[in-house]
């Protein structure tokens, strides 16, 4: 299984990280221990939500999906949850 994570900085909780692995604990304590260069000075974080594909293919499609404009929420928007699943490329429904 492969997982595309969200993270969440708890000392920068408006901060995120999105990426993928087949090892969430072992990612998260990567992340933690300051090994990932993309995240070591916003430490410590905690997973706010993941999902788990079978396909590795679909799973990276998907991160790179969420890290592009398409994939945020746009300025402005009330919440977060204002990006259901009508915003999602067909591939991901």
Known sequence: MQYVYILRSQSEPGRHYVGTTHDLGARLARHNSGL??????????????YLGFNDRERALAFEKYLKSASGRPSPGSDSESSRASKHLPPAFI
């Open 36 to 49: 990932v260069s993309h995240t070591a000075k916003y430490g410590p974080w905690q997973i706010q939500t």
